[in-house]
């Protein structure tokens, strides 16, 4: 007994194709996008966009306190390798390390000027005590604006 006839499986066969096609279509970029999110922690270079911010934090000592952050365009995962560098997913603002006097200075006149979207390269490594504010930090190479406003 057959229950369908030939034009009812043809179409039911379009309307599962067109199906596949679109939910495909709808999901792809965000597997492209995601995989680009994905960074590693030092010694691998990374480059991110963002904006220069004060944010938040609870220090050590349990009290609220302002820093200086970077947050990015995006939120990135910093997949680890062990127990001492943990992944890390959906970081969107990290604490930034400047050893350079010169990057030091750079970054202080460009966090004057608010609302500048950021390229920074660098690398990423995991925090390693209770001084430090984010799960994530950002050891600054080289710093530059992208869109001045």
Do not use: C, H
């Not at 792809?28 to 220069?52: C, M, Q, T």
């Not at 009290?63 to 200086?68: G, L, Q």
């Not at 062990?82 to 959906?90: I, L």
């Amino acid at each position: 007994m057959n229950l369908l006839t030939y034009a009812q499986k043809g179409l039911a066969m379009k309307l599962f194709r067109n199906f596949l096609l679109l939910f495909l279509m709808l999901n792809i970029p965000s597997f492209a996008i995601s995989a680009e999110l994905n960074f590693k922690y030092e010694p691998a270079i990374v480059k991110l966009r963002g904006k220069l911010i004060i944010s938040k934090a609870i220090d050590r000592n349990e009290k609220v306190v302002k820093f200086d952050a970077f947050k990015t365009e995006n939120p990135i995962n910093v997949i680890g390798e062990d127990e001492y560098s943990p992944t890390v997913r959906g970081v969107s603002v990290m604490q930034p390390v400047i050893f350079d006097e010169k990057l030091r200075k750079v970054w202080i006149e460009i966090s004057k000027q608010k609302n500048n979207t950021v390229e920074i390269v660098g690398t990423l490594f995991p925090r390693d005590n209770a001084n430090q504010l984010t799960d994530v930090l950002f050891t600054i190479k080289e710093i530059k604006v992208i869109d001045a406003k």
